[in-house]
């Protein structure tokens, strides 16, 4: 099987929704008049992604947001149907982005293989500011009785001809730090969380470049697109899609950040969920047209 063709990302759960946001050539947004009813923001993350390869369509859910309803939701209002799902990837263990993975399964109905990394079924809380908030934990065994056929690996795997995930991503750069205050309970013991369980979507475009799709950036965007060019042996980046987690750091690592992003040639930058207000103003000022705030109902269509 040849590389694919071109893949569609669509946003179905996202913190931002903007009926007014117009749409470029790379982004089609939602028209409200045009669908079944009216879509809803929520906090979280859930993408639809749709990879055509000569005359076949690979579906893939990329997450499920914090809450079922909101997943539901907007997947009717858009047209789409669990059955359409080949596959689920569950970024990283935190419960905006696993949140409504058991009312889907249950709403699906049928078995569904679901790729992750082991560390997301541990429990998991933060320590913020105004105290501890969680715990969360995704249990296996109520997932698995409902149909998830399970996949967890630490490694980059290839799901079908330039289509990966690229397990746990090296921390590299110096200026990509942990999140404060994250915290995992492994065995009984609570210590600082290294996130290691969040891996990222890529998919090869050949000659076009890779699209990288995040979850949370955990790790860091910049790694994680070191890392992809690493995995696929393609430097180019032709889109960076996702949330960056960027609303706590300093104006300097802001500031290496986008760097990065206008370094690796990105003509596409499509961030919203936990990127953050202030970086978003920064992102529009400094990528200009590359960059695109990502919201409810909004799909990219990217070409070879």
């Given at each position: 099987?040849?590389?694919?063709?071109?893949?569609?990302?669509?946003?179905?759960?996202?913190?931002?929704?903007?009926?007014?946001?117009?749409?470029?050539?790379?982004?089609?947004?939602?028209?409200?008049?045009?669908?079944?009813?009216?879509?809803?923001?929520?906090?979280?993350?859930?993408?639809?992604?749709?990879?055509?390869?000569?005359?076949?369509?690979?579906?893939?859910?990329?997450d499920t947001g914090n809450a079922f309803e909101t997943l539901k939701h907007n997947m009717e209002v858009m047209g789409r149907t669990p059955a359409e799902v080949d596959a689920l990837f569950l970024s990283h263990g935190h419960p905006d982005h696993y949140g409504g993975l058991l009312g889907f399964l249950e709403w699906r109905g049928t078995p569904l293989p679901i790729y992750c990394h082991p560390d997301v079924f541990w429990p998991k809380y933060?320590?913020?500011?105004?105290?501890?908030?969680?715990?969360?934990?995704?249990?296996?065994?109520?997932?698995?009785?409902?149909?998830?056929?399970?996949?967890?690996?630490?490694?980059?795997?290839?799901?079908?001809?330039?289509?990966?995930?690229?397990?746990?991503?090296?921390?590299?750069?110096?200026?990509?730090?942990?999140?404060?205050?994250?915290?995992?309970?492994?065995?009984?013991?609570?210590?600082?969380?290294?996130?290691?369980?969040?891996?990222?979507?890529?998919?090869?475009?050949?000659?076009?470049?890779?699209?990288?799709?995040?979850?949370?950036?955990?790790?860091?965007?910049?790694?994680?697109?070191?890392?992809?060019?690493?995995?696929?042996?393609?430097?180019?980046?032709?889109?960076?899609?996702?949330?960056?987690?960027?609303?706590?750091?300093?104006?300097?690592?802001?500031?290496?950040?986008?760097?990065?992003?206008?370094?690796?040639?990105?003509?596409?930058?499509?961030?919203?969920?936990?990127?953050?207000?202030?970086?978003?103003?920064?992102?529009?000022?400094?990528?200009?047209?590359?960059?695109?705030?990502?919201?409810?109902?909004?799909?990219?269509?990217?070409?070879?």
């Amino acid at each position: 099987m040849s590389l694919p063709e071109k893949v569609c990302v669509t946003a179905v759960v996202d913190n931002y929704l903007d009926v007014f946001e117009p749409s470029t050539s790379l982004v089609e947004r939602a028209v409200p008049g045009k669908l079944k009813g009216h879509l809803l923001a929520g906090h979280g993350l859930a993408y639809l992604v749709d990879i055509s390869q000569g005359e076949s369509t690979f579906c893939l859910l990329m997450d499920t947001g914090n809450a079922f309803e909101t997943l539901k939701h907007n997947m009717e209002v858009m047209g789409r149907t669990p059955a359409e799902v080949d596959a689920l990837f569950l970024s990283h263990g935190h419960p905006d982005h696993y949140g409504g993975l058991l009312g889907f399964l249950e709403w699906r109905g049928t078995p569904l293989p679901i790729y992750c990394h082991p560390d997301v079924f541990w429990p998991k809380y933060l320590m913020t500011p105004r105290g501890k908030v969680g715990p969360w934990k995704l249990e296996r065994e109520k997932i698995e009785d409902i149909g998830a056929q399970l996949t967890c690996a630490t490694d980059a795997q290839q799901l079908r001809e330039g289509v990966f995930l690229t397990g746990e991503i090296p921390r590299r750069t110096d200026f990509e730090g942990p999140m404060p205050g994250a915290k995992i309970i492994k065995d009984g013991q609570d210590m600082d969380d290294p996130l290691v369980d969040e891996q990222a979507l890529v998919v090869n475009l050949g000659e076009k470049g890779l699209v990288i799709i995040s979850g949370c950036s955990h790790p860091g965007i910049v790694n994680t697109i070191q890392y992809a060019q690493e995995i696929t042996g393609n430097s180019r980046i032709y889109a960076v899609i996702g949330g960056l987690h960027l609303a706590q750091v300093g104006e300097e690592v802001l500031t290496q950040t986008i760097n990065g992003i206008k370094d690796c040639g990105a003509q596409l930058a499509l961030t919203g969920h936990c990127t953050g207000f202030r970086p978003h103003i920064r992102m529009s000022q400094e990528l200009g047209s590359t960059f695109a705030i990502s919201c409810v109902g909004s799909t990219a269509t990217l070409a070879a």
